[in-house]
C-alpha cells in the first residue's frame, strides 16, 4: 500500500479506508488506532480499543467534547 493509496470500503465499495491515530493515556502515540470510511453516508469503520477490535462502533461529531486538563 503506498501513501496514497487507501484500502477500499469493504462495506459500501466507493469510498477507501482512512486511518486514524491517537495517543495513549501514557501520551505515547498510536499509529493507525482507527480506520474509518471517507463517504460520510456509509460510516463504517473500525477501532482498536485495548488489543480488542470493535467494528462499527457510533462516530460522533465532537460537538459535545471537552478537553481534558492537562
Known amino acids: 500500500m503506498s501513501e496514497s493509496t487507501y484500502p477500499e470500503c469493504q462495506e459500501c465499495t466507493s469510498g477507501s479506508l482512512l486511518p486514524l491515530s491517537d495517543f495513549g493515556s501514557q501520551g505515547a502515540p498510536i499509529q493507525y488506532k482507527a480506520w474509518v470510511c471517507n463517504v460520510p453516508a456509509c460510516g463504517?469503520?473500525?477501532?482498536?480499543?485495548?488489543?480488542?477490535?470493535?467494528?462499527?462502533e457510533p462516530i460522533a461529531n465532537g460537538e459535545s467534547h471537552s478537553p481534558r486538563p492537562r
Open 44 to 56: 463504517y469503520n473500525l477501532k482498536i480499543r485495548n488489543g480488542d477490535v470493535y467494528i462499527n
